[in-house]
């Protein structure tokens, strides 16, 4: 074979090679080293964590108008939602039913994976395509009009790095491998496997006031399709602005401090 040619073939496997790279947070995954004290941590967690059940059965029992029209039973869109409830946000009262609100068009990764001095970038992910798409008409705040868009958990604003999404799909066979892997292991697999799953996390996630400022907003609304207006009103929103005045957990604040 003349040298052109091999060039030619170790350029097109290098090519090859790097358009097979694993998402970033599966790179961290098999990366992650846990101590064993957060091995320790996971196991306690896990003893607690109650298994999610997918309901075959729920659909005979409803009235038609609230039967899935889908016949896939999933229980969620993300790969987090293996585990987690579509609204897995529990613990803070004060907050909680805000985060699962966003958890609608707010994907799991970019609240929970900022991993520090990566430039992450910020899509709309359709989740059933795995594809990026157009952010217009996404958004409800500051219009009278419902969305164009329907608000329906399968498109959210999610990290991707060079147009790749960084957390795999629940389709995507790592994360199908992972699922079977938990379903199928005891207690100390699965708190090695908990540890490792959650180490490259935050377990904080941000704050409401990351997000709704106009300074530097973790979400960039403008470059996600919404426009300046709209933006704006996400930004200066009153209710995120109104949280980032508690002091400490137990604080409370009545709605009139509001106006104030
Ligand atoms: C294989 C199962 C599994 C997957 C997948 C999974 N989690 Fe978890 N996660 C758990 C368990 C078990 C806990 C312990 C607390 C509980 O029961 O909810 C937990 C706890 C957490 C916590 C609380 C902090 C902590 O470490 O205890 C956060 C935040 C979290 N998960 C976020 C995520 C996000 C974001 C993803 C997706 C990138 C994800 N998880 C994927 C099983 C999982
Ligand atoms: C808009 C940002 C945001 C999104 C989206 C988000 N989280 Fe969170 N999450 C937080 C914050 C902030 C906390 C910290 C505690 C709090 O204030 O409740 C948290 C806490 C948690 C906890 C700790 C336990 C608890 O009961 O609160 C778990 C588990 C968790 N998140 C999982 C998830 C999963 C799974 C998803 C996706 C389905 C998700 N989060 C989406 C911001 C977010
Ligand atoms: C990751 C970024 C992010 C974080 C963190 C975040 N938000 Fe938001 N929030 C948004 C975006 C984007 C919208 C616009 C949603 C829309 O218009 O459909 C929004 C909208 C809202 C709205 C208006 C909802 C509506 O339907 O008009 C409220 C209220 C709100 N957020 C409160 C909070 C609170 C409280 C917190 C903290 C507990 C918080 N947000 C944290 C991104 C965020």
């Known amino acids: 074979m003349s040298i052109k040619r091999w060039i030619g073939f170790v350029v097109l496997g290098l090519a090859w090679g790097a358009a097979q790279a694993q998402p970033d947070y599966i790179q961290a995954v098999e990366q992650a080293r846990p101590d ?22 729920i659909d005979a029992k409803l009235p038609h108008f609230h039967r899935r029209t889908e016949k896939k039973v999933t229980q969620g869109e993300t790969f987090c939602q293996i585990c987690h409830l579509p609204l897995p946000h529990q613990k803070s009262v004060r907050t909680r039913a805000f985060l699962n609100m966003h958890s609608r068009f707010v994907a799991c990764a970019t609240c929970h994976y900022r991993p520090q001095g990566k430039a992450l970038d910020y899509l709309w992910l359709d989740y059933r395509s795995g594809r990026a798409v157009a952010g217009e008409g ?11 868009q329907p608000l329906d958990g399968w498109v959210k604003i999610a990290p991707f790095v060079e147009n790749e999404p960084v957390v795999p799909l629940p389709q995507d066979p790592w994360a199908e491998a992972t699922a079977r892997r938990w ?3 005891g207690l100390e697999q699965r708190a090695e496997l908990q540890a490792r799953l959650h180490l490259p996390l935050e377990e904080q996630g941000p704050k ?10 973790l979400l960039d609304l403008e470059r996600l399709g919404v426009s300046r207006e709209q933006a704006r009103l996400v930004y200066r929103h009153m ?15 009545r709605i009139i401090d509001i106006t104030q």
């Not at 996404?138 to 164009?148: E, I, K, N, Y």
């Not at 409401?208 to 907003?217: K, V």
């Not at 209710?239 to 604040?253: E, M, N, T, W």
Request: aromatic share 4%; glycine share 4%.
């Open 36 to 57: 064993p004290e957060t091995l320790a941590k996971a196991r306690e967690k896990v003893k607690k964590h109650k298994a999610l059940k997918i309901r075959d059965d």
């Open 208 to 217: 409401c006031s990351d997000c709704h400022q106009e300074e530097r907003p």
């Open 183 to 185: 379903r199928e292991s």
């Open 239 to 253: 209710i995120p602005q109104f949280f980032g005045r508690y002091r400490d957990q137990d604080q409370k604040i």
């Open 138 to 148: 996404r958004l409800r705040t500051g219009t009278d009009t419902p969305a164009s």
